[in-house]
């Protein structure tokens, strides 16, 4: 069945420094991809999707891109902030549609000032 | 517009005690979706509803795990005969549209069962 590995954590950086979450997928079909975020203390959030190979998803800085040579959707920013530390998940759409989710195992990320 | 909401926050049990946990979606979204969560893993899909339509339930743990959301609106999973490996965070999400890829999340039920 659909599957997703990401990145194991913790990591840690410094403000602005660049910032690479590795995700990659197994799947049947052509499922979308996501990246979640949950916030210390709050709900997880949809931070960007794709819906199709070579799409990229993009939001407050982060971006990822659906490839499907690679199977891989990285989660990208150029220059995190303190504000960015939070748990990150990778996620896809099961073999059937997009209501029945896969999650990876979540890469907590702390910013140091 | 509250977003979706989970009662109770926390739920602590003994062990063969039936649970019964309550989500709330956004008031215009037809989808609602459950999820289990433990400690250092993603969520875990269990079930979801279109309206009051169970459309999958597959998933769901066992058949001591149920869930309903009879007029299409709030839902309430169940757990019978709690066992320790159920301890975890219980997660609700909603959605509007038939292909509707953001899923709304509530902030969870915390289950404790000692």
């Known amino acids: 069945g659909n599957s997703v590995t990401q990145m194991e954590g913790p990591v840690t950086l410094s403000e602005e420094a660049f910032l690479t979450i590795n995700c990659t997928y197994t799947?049947?079909?052509?499922?979308?991809l996501f990246w979640y975020v949950q916030y210390p203390g709050e709900g997880l959030q949809l931070l960007l999707k794709?819906?199709?190979?070579?799409d990229k998803g993009s939001n407050k800085g982060f971006e990822a891109t659906y490839r499907k040579e690679t199977t891989s959707f990285h989660l990208e920013k150029g220059s995190v902030q303190v504000s960015d530390s939070a748990v990150y998940f990778c996620a896809l759409g099961g073999e059937y549609n997009n209501n029945d989710m896969r999650f990876g195992a979540g890469t907590r990320l702390t910013v140091k000032p | 517009d509250t977003g979706v909401s989970q009662d109770p926050r926390h739920k602590i049990t003994k062990r063969g005690q039936n649970v019964t946990f309550r989500c709330d979606p956004i008031s215009e979204h037809n989808r609602l979706y459950w999820y289990r969560q433990t400690l250092g893993q993603g969520p875990e899909f269990l079930t979801y509803f279109q309206n009051e339509a169970q459309l999958e339930k597959s998933r769901l743990l066992s058949d001591r795990f149920s869930a309903e959301r009879p007029k299409g609106s709030f839902s309430t999973l169940e757990i019978q005969r709690t066992e320790q490996g159920d301890s975890a965070m219980y997660l609700c999400?909603?959605?509007?549209?038939?292909?509707?890829?953001?899923?709304?999340f509530g902030p969870g039920t915390r289950l404790t069962v000692t």
């Open positions: 799947a049947t079909g052509y499922p979308s």
């Open positions: 794709a819906t199709k190979a070579d």
């Open positions: 999400a909603s959605s509007l549209g038939q292909d509707s890829y953001e899923q709304y």
